[in-house]
């Protein structure tokens, strides 16, 4: 199974757009791994992962023909995860597209509601490029042949997050953010989901920080995910594990970054890295 990490960063992204901060001025000239656009990946080219606004910028960057996508999953609703009014424009005139052609979209309540608003101004000759499936937080579905798991995630109660577990072919990848530590009703259900994933990719929102408390992810935070889901038989020493999604509130460029990282025995993400497993 292969993950392509199309964005990486937070909401502000890095350098964050309005910021002058040390760590954006520091990432704005090194360029390369240091420059993060908002949170996106892609499993085997097929199972897109959130959709922000810079969808179209990571389709750009990294030839993605969009029209081949047909399965999305997202996270949340927060914009950087979010942007409803990019489905606006596979409908008819917008798009020139085959007839059956359709993309789904599983996402639970919040982010339902915003993207069901986009498509009411649909034409009828457009309603089957996009359609739309609720989910809840713990609900399993299957797209195109891969078994999806949507967990609650520790995010803010009101956008009903969710982080999932892809499983095909007796390979399985583990996508939590955005999310703090995990909550105990999420450990227990990862205990029934009984899989050792080949690959975990952790919010590490915070990067090199001390703390472990929150609604995002350290470096130290995700220490303590990955050894408990060693101890519970999730993972092993086989398991590649992935720091992802940072601000610049971290305080610490990819390279400064990176080098933490290497020694804890993550992989640091950045725009642009394929893993497969």
Known sequence: ?????????????????????ETCKKSRKAGGKNIRTR???????TILIDLPADTYMHSLVNNIDLSKIHTCIITHDHGDHLYPLEIANRRNGFAHLDDGDTLDIYVTTPGYNKLALVKEKFDDNSQHRVQLHKIEQFESFVAQGYEINAFKAYHSELCEPVF???KKDEKSILY????GIFLEETWDALKKYGTKFDL???????????WTEGEHMTLKSNAIVRDRLFEMGLADENTVFVANHFTHNGMATHDEIKKVADEMGFITSYDGMVIEV
Do not use: N, R, W
Request: glycine content about 4%; charged content about 15%; overall charge negative.
């Open 39 to 45: 949170s996106q990946a892609l499993i085997d080219d």
């Open 200 to 210: 975990v990719s952790l919010d590490c929102t915070f990067s090199v920080q001390p």
């Open 176 to 179: 939590a953010h955005d999310t």
């Open 1 to 21: 199974m292969k993950i392509q990490y199309l964005g990486t960063a937070a909401a502000e992204g890095i350098p964050a757009i309005f910021c002058q901060c």
């Open 164 to 166: 999932y577990a892809i």
